[in-house]
T-cell receptor
Framework: DQQVKQNSPSLSVQEGRISILNCDYT??????FLWYKKYPAEGPTFLIS?????DKNEDGRFTVFLNKSAKHLSLHIVPSQPGDSAVYFC??????????FGTGTSLTVIP | NAGVTQTPKFRVLKTGQSMTLLCAQD?????MYWYRQDPGMGLRLIHY???????AKGEVPDGYNVSRLKKQNFLLGLESAAPSQTSVYFC?????????????FGPGTRLTVT
């Protein structure tokens, strides 16, 4: 059973607007949550992370929010740029470094 | 600085054949991982290693074996390939300690089993 879920396979956003990507999880033992960005024919690239003891982490245009009670996290990209067009994977870590990934959301930023 | 490299980039196997995928990292990372990515499934952890000489099973280990004889290399073996192992395989590495959750991925190996 999928422990990390991304229910939106795709998202389109106008350049300059906010992109919000969502992720849900089921295992309350996850201690870190991460977002990766992936371009076609390349490996995923680490984007941003958040510890389970925090509720927000910001890095430039990227902010991740964690709602532990709802077992939900989201990635906000503001402002969105055409170069942000990629597949975004949400991931979660169990202690011992076992990682579980969502199925990805394909973001298209329209110029 | 090459980061994480994977060999080969593409491979076609017949059912029952064997092969080894090689992953190498030059960042002196303690941890290394093998994932497979299938359409609609995201990345799933096959095996991982927390240090030279150690290996552990991930979420989908059946049909695969791994070895970590040197810190910089992590090998993934398929002893008898099956069509269900057609996938894109990614290797990753990460440091230990506080940055252990940040994985660096290789470019992937596309394997087709006919």
């Amino acid at each position: 059973d999928q422990q990390v879920k991304q229910n939106s396979p795709s998202l389109s956003v106008q350049e300059g607007r906010i992109s919000i990507l969502n992720c849900d999880y089921t295992n309350s033992m996850f201690d870190y949550f991460l977002w990766y960005k992936k371009y076609p024919a390349e490996g995923p690239t680490f984007l941003i992370s958040i510890s389970s003891i925090k509720d927000k982490n910001e890095d430039g245009r990227f902010t991740v929010f964690l709602n532990k009670s709802a077992k939900h996290l989201s990635l906000h990209i503001v402002p969105s740029q055409p170069g942000d067009s990629a597949v975004y994977f949400c991931a979660a870590r169990l202690t011992g470094n076992q990682f579980y990934f969502g199925t990805g959301t394909s973001l298209t930023v329209i110029p | 600085n090459a980061g994480v490299t994977q060999t080969p980039k593409f491979r076609v196997l017949k059912t029952g054949q064997s092969m080894t995928l090689l992953c190498a990292q030059d960042m002196n990372h303690e941890y290394m991982y093998w994932y497979r990515q299938d359409p609609g499934m995201g990345l799933r952890l096959i095996h991982y290693s927390v240090g030279e000489g150690t290996t552990a099973k991930g979420e989908v280990p059946d049909g695969y074996n791994v070895s970590r004889l040197k810190k910089q290399n992590f090998l993934l073996g398929l002893e008898s390939a099956a069509p269900s192992q057609t996938s894109v395989y990614f290797c990753a590495s990460s440091n230990s300690g506080l940055a252990a959750h940040e994985q660096y991925f290789g470019p992937g190996t596309r394997l087709t089993v006919t």
